[in-house]
């Protein structure tokens, strides 16, 4: 395929102009179909001032999209939405889907945390979960990737390869996650108000954020047993941005070093994950607008414990740059075309 027809449903939300911003820079990438919901029929430049520049078809709602003429699809819809237009898609095309709706692969989970059953439950089945420096194997060969929450991305790319080599006690993780305010998305709420969230940030959801399942079913896999992480997220006043600074305690003769040397081993050739040397923790500023994961690690001062920091830009590796990251690897293109933009500093 010498270019690929791209369709984004939910081009009008924060994940979709960000999908734009970033393949108006993929050199096989043509975008054939935006969709939105309420603003549908005006123009993408109209929505998104920013991008008007660019040569794109107008909004449209998703069952006036041709999918004969499309060969890929990002899905940036809410979820809870996702899981039935997804099982409407013809079977020929790949999709990647930014929301929540096939990232748990139990059934009876997705149903306690969503609090309804799944609808595509056959397709919830056969989704990859694409963090994708971990799962590149099974992403190249999937029809159907689940792109990883923000939250999982920042916090799962530090752990997971701590416990698949032994370092770290899966029983003793604590994950202290601090989000943007467009992780939130778009659409009006009363708790991402001006008023709401500036001059002062705040925990949410506390033991019992969403995210916490998604990241232990990650861990456990990455651990071969059981893993329960502590995880509080907190809404500060930013933009953009996740940092993660997460605790952990070291197996027996394991030390901070051994830590970094164990994820600079695993990420060696990952250009979009970088672990810092000795001393360096990485800022949300550092990863503004590029499809990065800086990665920090500390000996703690209490003996035999380790601290994490992580850094991630929710709407690019978070989602977005990740998703093209994804789509690269299931259509075995190279892993960074169209993302190779540095940060924006500061
Ligand atoms: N924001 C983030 O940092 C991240 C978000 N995600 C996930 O990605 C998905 C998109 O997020 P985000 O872009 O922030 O969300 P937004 O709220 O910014 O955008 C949602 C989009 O979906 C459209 N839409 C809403 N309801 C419907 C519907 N019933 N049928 C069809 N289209 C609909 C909206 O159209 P309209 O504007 O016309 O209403 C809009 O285009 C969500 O599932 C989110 O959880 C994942 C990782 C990070
Ligand atoms: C700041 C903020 O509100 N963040 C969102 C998470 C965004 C995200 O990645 O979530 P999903 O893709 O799983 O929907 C939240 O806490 O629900």
């Not at 939300?13 to 393949?23: F, S, W």
């Not at 975008?31 to 520049?53: E, M, N, S, Y």
């Not at 889907?97 to 990232?103: C, E, G, M, P």
């Not at 953009?240 to 197996?251: E, K, P, Q, S, W």
Request: some cysteine; proline content about 7%.
């Amino acid at each position: 395929m010498s270019e690929v027809r791209v369709v984004i449903l939910g081009a009008s939300g924060y994940t979709g102009a960000e999908l734009v911003r970033l393949l108006a820079g993929h050199p096989r990438v043509r975008i054939v179909a935006l969709t939105a919901d309420r603003k549908a029929g005006q123009p993408f430049g109209a929505v998104f001032p920013h991008l008007a520049g660019l040569d794109l078809p107008d909004l449209v709602t998703v069952d006036q999209v041709d999918w004969s003429a499309a060969d890929f699809v990002f899905c940036g819809l809410p979820h809870g939405t996702t899981q039935e237009i997804i099982a409407g898609l013809p079977a020929h095309l790949k999709i990647c889907d930014l929301s929540a709706d096939f990232r748990l692969a139990d059934p009876a989970l997705y149903a306690d945390i969503y609090g309804h059953p799944h609808r595509a439950v056959d397709l919830q089945a056969e989704a990859v979960y694409g963090l994708s420096e971990l799962a590149r194997a099974a992403v190249a060969s999937a029809r159907l990737v689940a792109n990883p929450g923000c939250y999982p991305t920042a916090s799962l790319l530090p752990l997971m390869p701590l416990l698949g080599r032994g370092l770290i006690d899966p029983a003793d993780i604590t994950i202290d996650a601090k989000s943007g305010v467009t992780g939130a998305g778009r659409a009006a709420k009363e708790g991402s108000l001006h008023a709401e969230v500036s001059e002062g940030f705040h925990a949410y959801a506390i033991a019992s954020h969403r995210h916490g399942p998604e990241i232990d079913q990650l861990l456990s896999r990455a651990a071969g047993g059981v893993v329960t992480a502590g995880f509080t997220p907190h809404l500060v006043p930013m933009n953009r941005g996740i940092l993660a600074t997460t605790y952990v305690r070291l197996a027996e003769g394991v030390d901070a070093d051994g830590l970094r040397g164990a994820l600079a081993e695993t990420y060696d050739g990952s250009p979009f994950v970088r672990v810092l040397p000795p001393g360096q923790a990485p800022h949300t500023r550092h990863v503004r607008g590029a499809n990065l994961c800086l990665i920090g690690v500390f000996a703690d001062r209490r003996p035999g414990r380790a601290i994490l920091v992580s850094a991630i830009d929710n709407l690019v590796k978070g989602a977005s740059g990740q998703a093209i990251q994804n789509m690269n690897l299931m259509l075995g293109l190279p892993e960074t075309l169209g993302l190779e933009q540095p940060p924006l500093f500061p």
